[in-house]
């Protein structure tokens, strides 16, 4: 079968390498440039965790796990740092312990003093820790680049799928796939920011999420970076914007993030040393 993919973000590559693996004949088309920073792909990491509240994406991140496993031993590559997840609360419920252990995922609760020790991080009066130690983070960047290896990628080159010669299209068009379906699909499409930090040395840096309050939401989000050693964003908290229009960082997100990442971490320099 000849298959078209739109979109070469990790979704678009994950899907060609997989139609690929079965025998088919398959071309990605990618409207940018390899690594470019308008869609949601690009950097150097991002948390992966097995921690999700509603059991079925539990499920699904265990089957990834795997999946990621299967990827590192087929191309010798290491995708996967897990230095584990934290999720800071005030109560168990907060958490996504209940769900973990229904899905017989190993997780532990660490006090506030033990989270303290083991992590270069400051945990509030009366709040403590629940640590999913098989999660971490994915080496985007490698991973897109693994994924992309042996595959056809066309760059550069925005298509529509009604002007493809293919047996079958799939899209993954990300914040562009409005433009491209007839029937539209409810998006809403953001522009985030994320700050990078220098922690103090020395400690492993966990991937960390803080909660709104009374809420399975993450209001507050970090994980480690391969360069600067810290990144932090706020979740879903950017602009609405369209996606064909570049922008830059926004001011008060940049402030939110470094006051967080100040109350949140032990770090060598207060301030940010990049955002994007
Ligand atoms: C700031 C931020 C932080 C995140 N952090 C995490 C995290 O820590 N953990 C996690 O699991 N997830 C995280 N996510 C979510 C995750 O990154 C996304 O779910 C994932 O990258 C989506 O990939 P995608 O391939 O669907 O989209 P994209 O990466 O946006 O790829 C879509 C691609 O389609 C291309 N395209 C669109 N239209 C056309 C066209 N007509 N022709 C050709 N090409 C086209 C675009 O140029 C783009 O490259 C984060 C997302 C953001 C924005």
Redesign the pocket.
């Known amino acids: 079968m000849k298959a078209a993919v ?9 899907t060609g390498r997989a139609l690929k693996h079965r025998g088919h004949d398959v071309v990605v ?4 440039e390899p690594g ?1 920073k ?6 150097r ?5 097995l921690a999700y509240a509603e059991e079925e994406y539990v499920r699904l991140a265990q089957e990834a796990l795997g999946l990621w496993r299967q990827l590192e031993t087929e191309t010798g590559e290491t995708l996967l740092e897990l230095n584990g997840l934290l999720e800071i609360v005030r109560s168990l419920d907060q958490s996504t312990a209940a769900t973990l252990e229904a899905c017989g995922v190993e997780w532990h609760r660490l006090d506030r003093e033990e989270a303290e020790r083991r992590y270069p991080i400051r945990v509030a009066e009366g709040s403590f820790a629940v640590l999913q130690p098989e999660a971490g ?2 080496r ?1 960047d490698k991973a897109l680049a693994t994924l992309a290896r042996g595959l056809d990628v066309r760059y550069e ?4 799928p009604d002007e493809l010669a293919a047996d079958v299209v799939v ?7 409005n ?2 379906l007839d029937d539209p699909l409810p998006v809403k499409v ?1 522009r ?3 700050c990078y930090f220098r922690p103090e040395n020395g400690r492993p840096i966990p ?1 960390l999420v803080s909660f709104k309050p009374d809420s399975h939401t993450h209001d507050m ?1 970090s ?1 480690a970076d391969p360069v600067h050693g810290l990144k932090v ?1 706020a979740h879903h908290a ?1 602009p609405e914007v369209d ?1 064909n229009e570049p922008g830059e960082p926004e001011a008060r997100l940049i402030e939110q993030i470094a006051n967080w990442a100040r109350e949140t971490y032990r770090l060598a320099e207060p301030e940010p040393v990049a955002a994007e």
């Open positions: 739109v979109g070469a973000g990790v979704m678009g590559l994950a088309y990618e409207q940018f470019h308008r869609g949601s792909s690009h950097g990491s991002r948390i992966f965790r983070i994915v985007a080159t925005r298509v529509h899209v993954t068009a990300g914040s562009w796939v433009e491209l953001t985030e920011t994320v991937s989000y994980l964003g950017g996606p």
